[in-house]
C-alpha cells in the first residue's frame, strides 16, 4: 500500500496505477476524495474474503495473491483485476448511487449504503498511518445521501 500512495502523489504514477489496476477513469494523483476512495478500493477484496469466510478460504486467497509474479504492487494488482471489471473513482460512486429511482442489485446496494450511513456506521478504515479514514464514508455519505 505504501509504493501506491507514494506512486498517487505525481501524476505520472497515478497514470501508472490506473493502467495498472484497470480504473475506470484515469485517477487524479494525491487528490481527495479520489485518492482515499482508491486505496479503500484496493483494500475491500480482502474486507469482503474476510467478512464471508469459510475455513481455509484465508489461506487460499493468500496463496492466489502470493502466487502471482512481479513486485508487491504488481502481485496485488494481478489478484485485484479479476475480481472487478474496472476500479471506480470516487465520482463514479456517487453518481451511480445518487440515482434515486434505481433497481435491482443498484437499488439494495444504495439500501445498504443507507442503513450504514445512517444505522451501523461499520466503514472500513485503517488503524495505522492515513491510508483511508473514516472522514471518507462521512463525506461518500453527505455526497450520496444528502445531509441526514
Known sequence: M???????????GAATLS????????????V???RSYFLT?????FADVVQTADPGDLVAECERLENNTGSDLEKLAKYIKPLQYCIWTYDLFKEYYSETHAIGVRMRTRQWLYQTCTEFGWYQT???????????????CSDVLGEQ
Open 19 to 30: 493502467e495498472l489496476f484497470n480504473t475506470c477513469e484515469p485517477l487524479k494523483g494525491p
Open 2 to 12: 505504501a509504493d501506491a500512495m507514494k506512486m498517487l502523489e505525481t501524476r505520472e
Open 126 to 140: 485503517q488503524a495505522f498511518g492515513d491510508t483511508f479514514k473514516v472522514d471518507l464514508f462521512y463525506q461518500l
Open 32 to 34: 481527495e476524495p479520489d
Open 41 to 45: 478500493s484496493l483494500s475491500s477484496p
